[in-house]
């Protein structure tokens, strides 16, 4: 089952969010929820692992059967980088 994603402006900030859906099945073990705590909670990890191209969950929630992440969001698409890096 494929995520859903959407994007919002926050409600106490002008920041803008991503809200990643995701599916969770209970056949499998999603560990998404898991690496990204980890990765957003150390700051040491912050420093060490740090790239452009990696979002930090800000915040998560659950809702039916579904788990809700709430990040960074990168303004531009795959599709419109590699455009532009064709020509």
Known sequence: VPSVFFTLESMTDVEAV????????????NRELDVLKHLSHYDSFREELYHPNI?????????????????????????SITSRMAR
């Open 18 to 29: 991503a809200i990643k859906k995701v599916f969770q099945d209970t056949k499998f073990k």
């Open 55 to 79: 979002l930090l969950m800000q915040n998560f929630y659950f809702e039916e059967s579904y788990l809700n992440i709430v990040t960074e969001i990168y303004p531009d698409t795959l599709h």
